[in-house]
């Protein structure tokens, strides 16, 4: 028999491995963003047309390359960023070691200007399918052009995966999106068919991410800040009232690379528990540092999954940091003060401070040498002193603001105990020292009433009120199912209920303090929820039973108040963690400053 293994031609080979590299008009449209960034460019343009199909230009002012490295670029494994194999994971950018040119002028027609800015004459180089046609010098701008023509032209069968131009552009965006929000210090110009989609001026970070998604979302963001030995965190995340129906604005970066990591996405939302309502997502913007050493380098070098080796210490990291930031925003107004900044209008008020965040680590911690991604005992332990250094009384800021609202109100002589005043029903304004503070009275309840239902189904549970007059409810076969299941957990909830037949119970006691007509309600959106609820662990339960029915007893309690009730509900509201928040992400106050109330009198 002869022998049948043969080599694959050159040609056919490099197509085989840009495959890998380059999926799609997006893949070549981040490299070479990436390759301008490396190249140390203030400004980089990006043009394409039909969906990166036909054309795909990236020019910036970098510093180009000699005529050598302008030939040797499209090489594979020709790269100038790694000299030895442990650079590989030090760099930035972590894409395809020098195959990203080989990749794309394998399958493309390309058109390379480049001219360092030290030379007289830059080099233009064709090249189509890997063949180079020609090289030559030109007269040409300093740094570097890259000129992408019908990608797929050689690999039909590629070209016939693309989706539409639409589809297409959406994911040259997210791939622009995610270069532009690591780099705020280089300024970007996208045109899209010839039409400017994007002028992005050198800004910060919180000006680039407005630039980016919108004007509107300066008011909703809140500045996330923390250093520890082991991860450094900045960035911007929602605050609670802000979320959305769908899973968008989520960027995670580590070392300026987005990634994607379920484990630290859910202990971003965890930090929203008991925040927003169910099927609500926030937005964040997270960019976090940690030492290269920590990460696994046995994850594919393309992809946006990565696994850190302490990634349960930088769980509760970033879930106390992204909590803390979002329980201070309310009450510290930094946040609009931050807003304003970013637009350079803001200024110090006097006798202002900004106050850094007070880290305090915990010092039996070493950071890497905890190399079991398995939670250890002693992890577990440390996860616990994390999360300890959250606790109220580590919120300087609320606390520090409550003492200022309630001793106005309780140390005062008589005059000064006049100190709260009703607003129709709905709101309770009193003096404080910075200015007037502005409480929403259902608000506050809900969230003085959610915390003590958690304390209480923690314990021994809700305590049921039996009716008088017991209610029998008729539910949908999925539902009663789901009912039936829950029973135990009901019964936390302070619903005692019996099947009447399959589909009908009787309700025979009620949570405490709620009222009898509101049961269905509250019964009707916690199956809801708990039926819909994808991956439901007992803190879930928790929550979403006692936000719903603070929900449904915090609007019985709405009525005219005297002092003593006021106080009362101020006291309670200063006790709890979150006082800023409603469980439902509502904002249960604002301080209106001394500043904001002379404006009105100008
Ligand atoms: P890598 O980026 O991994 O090194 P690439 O194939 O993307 O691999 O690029 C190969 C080399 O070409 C780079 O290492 C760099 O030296 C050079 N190069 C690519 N793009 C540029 C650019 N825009 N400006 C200057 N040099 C570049
Ligand atoms: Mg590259």
């Known amino acids: 028999m002869p022998d049948i293994i043969r080599l694959l031609p050159d040609a056919v080979a490099n197509q085989i491995a840009a495959g890998e590299v380059i999926q799609r008009p997006a893949s070549a449209v981040k490299e070479l963003l990436e390759n301008a960034i ?20 990236v020019v910036d002012d970098g510093c180009g390359m000699s005529p050598v490295d302008a030939r040797m670029s499209f090489e594979r494994h020709a790269t100038s960023k790694i000299k030895q194999a442990s650079d590989l994971f030090e760099i930035r950018t972590f894409g395809f070691r020098g195959e990203a040119l080989a990749s794309i002028a394998a399958i493309a027609q ?21 063949e180079v046609i020609s090289q030559e010098a030109v007269q040409c701008q300093a740094g570097t052009s890259f000129m992408i023509k019908n990608l797929f032209f050689n690999v039909p069968a590629r070209r016939s995966f693309l989706k539409s131009d639409a589809v297409e552009v959406r994911h040259i965006y997210e791939e622009f999106h995610r270069v532009a929000m690591v780099n705020p210090d280089v300024q970007f110009i ?95 913007f997270l960019y976090l540092g940690v030492n290269p ?19 349960n210490v930088v769980y509760s990291i970033l879930k106390a940091a992204v909590r803390k930031a979002i329980g201070q925003f309310a009450i510290s107004g930094s946040l609009d003060f931050d807003a304003e900044m970013a637009f350079g209008t803001g200024e110090l008020k006097p006798g202002e ?16 040498d905890s190399g079991q991604p398995a939670r250890s005992a002693r992890d577990k332990r440390n996860l616990d002193n994390w999360d300890k250094l959250y606790q109220p009384s580590d919120q300087p800021v609320v606390t520090h603001q409550a003492e200022i609202a309630l001793n106005t109100a309780k140390t005062g002589d008589e005059s000064h105990d006049k100190g709260f005043m009703q607003i129709r029903e709905a709101f309770i304004a009193t003096s404080v020292k910075s200015g007037m503070m502005l409480i929403d009275i259902a608000a506050a309840y809900e969230r003085i009433l ?40 009901l019964k936390l909830m302070g619903f005692t209920l019996e099947n009447l037949s399959s589909q009908t119970f009787v309700i025979q006691g009620i949570p405490q303090g709620m009222q009898s007509a509101d049961a269905r309600e509250v019964l009707d959106s916690v199956i809801a929820a708990l039926i819909n609820q994808e991956d ?67």
């Open 38 to 57: 490396d190249a140390g460019a203030g400004t980089v343009q990006l043009i394409i047309k039909d969906g990166g199909r036909t054309l795909i230009q």
């Open 110 to 130: 390309v058109e390379l200007r480049t001219r360092r800015h030290e030379d007289e004459i830059g080099t233009q180089v064709i090249i189509e399918g890997s």
């Open 190 to 284: 996208f045109h899209n068919n010839g039409r400017l989609v994007y002028q992005l001026n050198k800004s910060n970070l919180r000006q680039r991410i407005v630039q980016l998604f919108g004007a509107h979302l300066n008011q909703k963001i809140v500045a996330v800040e923390e250093k520890t030995d082991v991860v450094t965190i900045t960035g911007f995340t929602g605050k609670p009232e802000h979320t959305r129906k769908v899973r968008g604005e989520q960027y995670l970066f580590i070392n300026g690379r987005f990634v994607k990591i379920p484990y630290l996405q859910h202990a971003i939302e965890n930090a929203y528990a008991g925040m927003v309502a169910q099927g609500s997502y926030p937005s964040y």
């Open 293 to 311: 050493a920590a990460i696994d380098i046995n994850i594919h070098p393309t992809k946006t999954e990565v696994k850190l080796l302490n990634e």
């Open 353 to 368: 401070v900004i106050r850094p965040p007070v880290i305090r680590v915990n010092p039996d911690y070493t950071p890497f």
């Open 450 to 489: 959610f915390e003590g239902y958690i304390k209480k189904i923690e314990k021994q549970g809700i305590p049921s009120q039996q009716e008088l007059f017991p209610l029998n409810l008729h539910f949908g076969a999925a539902e009663a199912a789901a009912i039936n299941q829950l029973k135990p957990q």
């Open 536 to 602: 439901p662990d007992e803190n879930d339960h928790r929550s979403l039973m006692a936000r719903n029915l603070a929900k449904a007893v915090a609007k019985n309690k709405i009525k005219p108040m005297s002092q003593d009730e006021m106080r009362t509900l101020v006291d309670q509201l200063f006790a709890c963690e979150m006082p800023s928040v409603s469980p439902q992400g509502k904002t249960v106050l604002r301080i209106l400053s001394l500043e904001q109330i002379r404006e009105f009198f100008k």
